[in-house]
């Protein structure tokens, strides 16, 4: 076939997959389009799950009969004209493409009239094709009336779902919506029958009675606010309690700049500020506004609109994660749990609180391997020696050489093994610091002399915060001076290490960003740090003996195929793939 320019029509049929998933982002446009006109009431109609008509009326602007035509035309918009609108676009639209991509997937009408305007007018599209102008009665404002959605289009037809399930994501985009715009009146009817009347919440208490009908009855007083302003960010917004966490995680908004967004980030930070009065496997409800610099924030990252991007995700991060955490810290006493019993104890005493069958006793192993013992000088470990291929029965094989400073290199039966030294070394401490955790009597050390760690007095704080974790995987600390602890124990798998420089990290990371956050409850945290600065980092020169060693632990840990941020922590390479590469037929 010869290269040609496609026609305007599939131009927009192709633009409508992106825009037009489904009835409900037609919804969700026409809807916006609404707010962008400065509705007060939006008013929808929706037949046969959307399938049959969807009509959204609004008392906003209105469009001109002069503009009609350009409305249903692609890249039309009244909305940005230059480079420096769209980099700080106010309005929830801005791309004209909705209109048109509706239209070339179904039949639209669009019937407007703007406040001056002594009569209304309206245009009909039809598969991409259309009509003149005419004259219509219509009250200030515009009705879009969208009917036999996907008529011309049987492959995306074949993916709509039945009427209750398309029409159940409607009412979804409207809540969304509603929820984005509360001073709006909405209401949306389904097959002649309302669904949702929501009168314009303009106080309080409008607001309230706006969130029992959309979250829940119980959720207004089920629900902490918040309300705060963060450098160039301010958040508002109401967090369900703990306690009322749900199975699912289907009442989570999100609100950027009045734009409701699936923000994976901004999802996750609101997770971490949960992780530890949350038991694992339950979601909190919540509603989440932001409000930040339109130029600090890029919208244009989908054709749907419902992604973002921030110039500083770190800070967002970092700002929406304190604000929850603060906002929930206050619930503590009224939880009357104490830190310790909120700690995940299933995960760590497996079952019925029965200690878990030691693998291999890791810790003891590591200790004997002393990983931490000053290494030998550099070229003392020889890094090259090849070994008969003896590996059978050893999952992971012998240790051939280290790569980098980063990865341990060995040889096993099917080929070659390469694993990541510090996270497999990582997830072996992690694990058998769990496995002390839970052991009544922690294999530890004490130490002849108590060594001192002196430090800030708010990250002595931490520490002493942390001290009954601390204290379950074998460390004795108490204070003797406002900056500085005595540590008078350490954990038998720790001996040998660098325990204050290791104690000073850890009450640092506990303090900032850099711990080991993904882990949910607050024990883990701790023995998550802890791993993670006792593992062997890089550049660390392992003698092959040390390398064998650490293979062996990994065979015996569980899921040690997996680093504590869930990253593969080997890899293995057969022969067979070797073979491949060199073109070599066997
Ligand atoms: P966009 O919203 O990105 O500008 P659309 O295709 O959704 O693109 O709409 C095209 C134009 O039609 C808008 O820029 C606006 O001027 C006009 N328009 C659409 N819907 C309405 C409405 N409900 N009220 C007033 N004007 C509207
Ligand atoms: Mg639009």
Redesign the pocket.
Known sequence: MPIRILSSSLIDQIAAGEVVERPASVIK??A???L??G?RRIEIDVEAGGLRLLRVR?D????PAA?LPL?VQRH????IATLDDLEAVV??????????SIGSVARLKIT?RTGDAPAGSELGVDGGEARPVRAAAHPP??T?EVRDLFYNVPARRKFVRTEATEFGHIVAAVERVALAAPAVAFRLRHNGREVLELPAALDERGMASRLARILGEDFPERALRVEQRVGPLSLRGWLGLPTAARAQADRQFCFVNGRAVRDRLLAGAVRLGYRDVLYGGRHPAYVLEIQIDHRLVDVNAHPAKTEVRFRDSRAVHEAVFRAVERALASTRPAESTPAAARIDLPAFAGGAGRPLPLPLAAARVAAELAFHAPMAAPGAAAAAVVREPDAGALPLGHALAQLHGLYILAQNAAGLVVVDMHAAHERVLYEALKTQYATAEPAAQWLLEPLSVNLPEHQIDLLLEAQADLEKVGFEIDRVAPGQLALRRVPAMLAGAEVVPLLVQLAQDLGSERGAHHLDAAAHRVLGTLACRAAIHAHRRLSLAEMEALLRQMEQTERASQCNHGRPTWTRVSLAELDQLFLRGR
């Open positions: 446009e026409l916006e389009n609404a962008d006109a509705a609004d906003g602007c209105g469009i503009e409305a039309a918009t009244s909305k309005t929830l639209g801005f791309r004209g493409e909705a209109l048109p407007s404002g515009t879009v």
